[in-house]
């Protein structure tokens, strides 16, 4: 299983809600312009929702994640995860720049992005996580639940930072908060979020050392 990333996020019921509404509905699961992701993109996240429906009950949380990464029943469900991430057919976020509110469906990001504890509630007792992060000319931002993050140690390096930490991750866009000139804004619920590659956690990893060369 080491040749796959991580999973660091998941909400299952987000998942299930896109599969759903424009899968099982025999709607498209639209991109950019209400054009369509490939069949084969569809398959894949059929086959993720079909894995999670088997091996869970509820929505995933932290021992569920874990499972996925380390549990060798679940190796698919790692798969395609990973294999969704890195499929062509779902667009960027970035894509949404100038899209007019002509949007919905799936969008991939790959970014550092800023996790912040969230001051509001939804339900007692439960804590959430603010996600923001940028993409070209687009900001995107979304509330997830501490329950559905990894406690591995980039979800802890992330929220212990004061800066932003690199994610790749699944999301739709839910509102466009504001469209300026130079920048959009959406409100975005986030699907799956994965660990960064080698190479990102190795950039970010000399600039946090640095920093504290910096101001010691």
Not at 8 to 13: H, L
Not at 126 to 141: A, C, P, R, Y
Not at 166 to 187: D, H, K, R
């Amino acid at each position: 299983m080491s040749q796959y990333r991580h999973v660091m996020y998941i909400s299952g019921s987000h998942i299930e809600q896109v599969f759903h509404e424009r899968y099982e509905g025999g709607i498209p699961i639209g991109t950019r312009s209400g054009g369509g992701v490939p069949p084969e993109t569809e398959g894949k996240l059929g086959a993720l929702v079909g894995s999670l429906r088997e091996h869970f009950a509820s929505d995933v949380d932290r021992d569920g994640i874990k499972e996925i990464n380390f549990d060798d029943e679940l190796f698919q469900t790692k798969r395609v995860i990973n294999d969704v991430l890195d499929d062509e057919g779902i667009p960027s976020v970035a894509d949404l720049h100038g899209s007019n509110g002509n949007w919905e469906g799936m969008y991939r990001f790959s970014s550092e992005v800023l996790l912040q504890p969230y001051d509001g509630r939804f339900e007692d007792g439960k804590k959430f996580i603010t996600v923001t992060g940028i993409e070209d000319d687009v900001k995107f931002q979304g509330v997830t639940s501490l329950d559905n993050w990894s406690s591995r140690t980039n979800v802890l390096n992330a929220l212990g930072t004061d800066g932003t930490y690199p994610f790749e991750g699944v999301l739709t866009p839910v509102e466009e908060e504001s469209n300026g000139i130079e920048q959009e804004e959406y409100s975005v619920q986030f699907l799956f979020i994965r660990a960064p590659d080698k190479a990102a956690q190795r950039r970010w990893s000399e600039r946090q050392q640095l920093k504290k060369e910096l101001y010691q």
